[in-house]
Nanobody, 121 residues
Framework: QVQLVESGGGLVQAGGSLRLSCAAS????????MGWHRQAPGKQRELVAR???????KYADSVKGRFTISRHNAENTVSLKMNSLKSEDAGVYYC???????????????WGQGTQVTVSS
């Protein structure tokens, strides 16, 4: 089994910054894609940023130039640095990893419990 634990959410003023972190633990052989999604009240969960094992990165258009995703393979962690936060960035942010549990195992999708980001105007 694999657990993802997020940290770093909170309340910030518009224009401010936050850094989210997600640590994976458990039966991990390697991790393919690592990413962050968010869900605002009344809206569907959406991809914010994703980084592959090879380092390819994809951002939602709405966060390009403001958010930076990075992964630290030795520690099985992924971080999201969020700058110039806007009210529309508020929501629950979820870490999402594709984890391979063993040499012969297929990748499985895991989610963290979510961390709240609130942006005050």
């Amino acid at each position: 089994q694999v657990q993802l634990v997020e940290s770093g959410g909170g309340l910030v003023q518009a224009g401010g910054s936050l850094r989210l972190s997600c640590a994976a633990s458990g039966s991990i052989f390697n991790i393919r894609d690592m990413g962050w999604h968010r869900q605002a009240p009344g809206k569907q969960r959406e991809l914010v940023a994703r980084v592959t094992a090879g380092g390819d990165i994809k951002y939602a258009d709405s966060v390009k130039g403001r958010f930076t995703i990075s992964r630290h393979n030795a520690e099985n962690t992924v971080s999201l640095k969020m700058n110039s936060l806007k009210s529309e960035d508020a929501g629950v942010y979820y870490c999402n990893d594709q984890v391979v549990g063993g040499f012969w195992s297929a990748a499985r999708n895991y989610w963290g419990q979510g961390t709240q980001v609130t942006v005050s105007s």
